[in-house]
């Protein structure tokens, strides 16, 4: 029973998802760094916000270098040559973007909206289909108290709703406070990934009043007295694709057939999980192409893809890109939403 509950608690923190759904690999993976890693149990947390702390000094970087970084100028298609490789990005409104070579870092479900018509054959892309990002909530709650049994560290958890958890106000310097703040995934939130029902769908309102009814059972005694400020709900419908059983041969190497493309994500091949750090891996491997390729040197090996897809393939209809749609909602490219936020009553 004891094993039970630990693979319960890990399955939904590392994919979103109950274990009978998912592949025993990421479990097994998981636990092999944990072992075999100094630092493989340890977690850490970002000293603020993304866009602060990650996305501004990268931009910062890229300009101190010369580049250019282009923010809420959508793609709108990949223009291709005759040889099927890229001739330029064209973006919403028209801009023309052309490179010598051009690496695409979207995630997996927004990159098979996006594959022009002239790849839509070819085997690398079609294994494409069998990738699906698995949908997910992350919620930030403020109270009008400090939990005084609150952990300083990020916590599993066997609730049948919630995944992980942590009190910022401990966890993390630039959240301090004589207030508690809790950040939590909700997970899994759709009957196909083992939630009695769509929470995806469901109001802030229920979202929020279900996690309080788990949480008191984790925090019986804080909540006698504790009240709800404020509550956030982030809806991610396609985060990390689903590692369900047999899903890990069809992702693609970052190297690409398209001579002048290569492909990062955390769906891609590499050794870790979609998660920040296969991300961060797999963008290094997609740099480690681009260099070689730039002086002429070997680069890694194209990844067999599977005999069936290259079957099919063979046989499959061009389709053209649907596309992102005209909106500019962050959901569209891949990204969660905050649909609403509310002060407690």
């Avoid at 970052?254 to 590499?270: D, E």
């Avoid at 005999?307 to 890109?321: F, I, L, Q, S």
């Amino acid at each position: 029973m004891t094993h039970w509950f630990c693979a319960q608690a890990m399955a939904k923190a590392l994919d979103f998802t109950d274990p009978d759904r998912m592949s025993m690999t990421v479990i097994l993976t998981a636990m092999n760094r944990f072992i075999n890693e100094a630092d493989g149990s340890q977690t850490a947390f970002l000293d603020g916000n993304q866009p602060d702390r990650v996305c501004a000094p990268i931009a910062e970087h890229v300009r101190a270098a010369g580049g250019d970084v282009l923010v809420e100028k959508p793609l709108e298609r990949i223009d291709v040559n005759d040889d099927g490789s890229i001739a330029r990005v064209v973006l919403r409104g028209g801009e023309e973007v052309l490179a010598d070579e051009y690496v695409s870092a979207l995630p997996v479900d927004v990159l098979k909206r996006v594959v022009p018509e002239a790849w839509s054959t070819l085997p690398y892309f079609r294994q494409l289909d069998e990738l699906e990002g698995i949908p997910v909530m992350n919620l930030q709650l403020w109270f009008d108290t400090k939990f005084e049994s609150s952990l300083d560290g990020l916590a599993f958890s066997r609730s049948p709703l919630l995944s992980v958890y942590a009190d910022m106000s401990i966890c993390c310097e630039e959240y301090a406070s004589d207030e508690t703040m809790l950040e939590l995934v909700f997970a899994p939130v759709t009957p196909e990934t083992g939630a009695s029902r769509n929470w995806l769908a469901a109001s802030d309102e229920e979202v929020v009043e279900a996690t309080l009814d788990e949480l008191r059972q984790l925090f019986p005694d804080d909540l006698k007295t504790a009240k709800l400020r404020k509550s956030t709900v982030v809806r991610v419908p396609r985060s990390v694709y689903a590692a369900v059983p047999g899903r890990n041969k069809y992702r693609p190497s970052q190297k690409t057939p398209i001579p002048n493309l290569t492909l990062c994500g955390c769906f891609t091949s590499q050794k870790y999980l979609g998660s920040m750090e296969g991300a961060v891996l797999a963008g290094k491997l997609a740099a480690e192409v681009v260099a070689a390729r730039a002086v002429g040197a070997p680069t890694q090996d194209l990844k067999e893809v599977q005999r069936h897809v290259v079957d099919a393939a063979a046989t499959a209809a061009p389709k053209k890109p649907v596309g992102c749609g005209g909106g500019d909602s962050p959901i569209a490219f891949g990204g969660g939403e905050v649909v609403a936020a509310r002060a407690s009553r």
